[in-house]
């Protein structure tokens, strides 16, 4: 039987595949991007649904329960994606400032 | 010698005027840049006689050490030998430029450095902060300058070529004299008063913590 917090997951992931599918549709992201993020919702809403799944899985890393196992793997894809995101946003930083301080130089009065 | 005076600056019309007046008696060629600024400064400087200034404005704000590398980028590619550093909100007094034209021409340093003195107006919070980051740069670094914080500062060229800094905001003076100390850069200080307009502008204890951070990565990096 499916338990509240099954019901809120499944929401939040279905919501998650919706939100990724839309911005794929506004050209936003690409056909390699909507892909990995589809497969990757998918693949919560299916252990959320079996969590089972995940017991041999879990055993083989010496984590009692499965739950914490997903807390485990949902800790180590935010942190990646934390990391990434901050040097995407250096290197983005720096190409507008280079950008802005050309054109103040070329402009200069 | 072709000296250059560099003044950053963001939202600071209520300084500005006296600034350029300040500075127009030295007959230097004078870079003011605008960090991105949304006042009315330009009201303001409208008419005065901007002789031997140039204007350089930003399109958003991208913080102080980006000011300072695009004046120092422009002035050296207008021939300029050295440049001086004075801070926009008319926190230096002018008549301390002969001090550093002095260092740069006849005493052969590649790098002056400006130092307040508590006597002359510095807060004490201020003064505490700028011996606390003295004293975090000896620990790190092994270099020792006694204000490291002062915007009030002189750099030829070539030391320019070996300390271009990345940071952006309030890092770049700290990062200027990690820079200056990793390439061993003959430095020398010259006392400079400094008055205190505006109370809620300059390095924040926010700011200061980024400098921290700051300070980590580049002992890690440099």
């Keep these: 039987m499916i338990i509240g917090l099954q019901i809120i997951a499944l929401i939040f992931s279905f919501s998650m595949i919706y939100v990724a599918v839309l911005h794929f549709k506004r050209k936003e992201l690409r056909k390699s991007e909507i892909i990995a993020w589809v497969s990757m919702w998918t693949a919560a809403v299916i252990i959320i649904i079996f969590p089972k799944l995940l017991r041999t899985f879990a055993n083989t890393f010496l984590v009692t329960r499965v739950f914490d196992l997903m807390v485990i793997c949902g800790f180590v894809l935010v ?30 009065k | 010698m072709h000296i250059f005076i560099i003044v950053p600056f963001y939202n600071e019309q209520k300084h500005i005027v006296d600034v350029i007046k300040g500075l127009s008696k030295y007959k230097l060629p004078v870079v003011l840049v605008d960090d991105g600024s949304v006042d009315n400064y330009e009201l303001k400087i409208k008419n005065l006689k901007l002789n031997n200034i140039t204007l350089i404005k930003h399109k958003i704000n991208l913080g102080k050490g980006a000011a300072m590398k695009t004046g120092a980028d422009y002035a050296f590619d207008q021939g300029a030998d050295a440049v001086i550093f004075m801070d926009g909100d008319n926190q ?10 002095e260092a740069l021409k006849n005493n052969g340093h590649d790098v002056v450095l400006g130092t307040r003195n508590f006597t002359y107006g510095v807060p ?68 400079v008063k400094a008055i205190y307009h505006d109370k809620v502008k300059g390095v924040t204890i926010l700011d ?12 890690l990096t440099l």
């Design chain 2, 208 to 219: 200061a913590f980024g400098i921290m951070f700051e300070i980590i990565k580049w002992r």
């Design chain 2, 92 to 101: 230096h007094n002018p008549n301390d430029l002969p001090k550093f034209i």
């Design chain 2, 124 to 191: 004490l919070i201020r003064f505490l902060g700028n011996k606390f980051a003295s004293i975090i740069l000896v620990l790190f670094f092994g270099i020792y300058v006694s204000d490291v914080l002062c915007g009030f500062k002189a750099i030829t060229k070539k030391a320019y070529k070996n300390v271009r800094w990345e940071s952006t905001g309030y890092g770049v003076e700290t990062e200027l004299i990690v820079r200056i100390g990793k390439n061993k850069i003959k430095t020398c200080e010259v006392p």
């Design chain 1, 79 to 108: 942190i990646s994606m934390v990391g990434s995101a901050y040097i995407r946003t250096k290197r983005i930083e720096k190409k507008l400032e280079d950008m802005i301080r050309k054109e103040a130089i070329k402009k200069a």
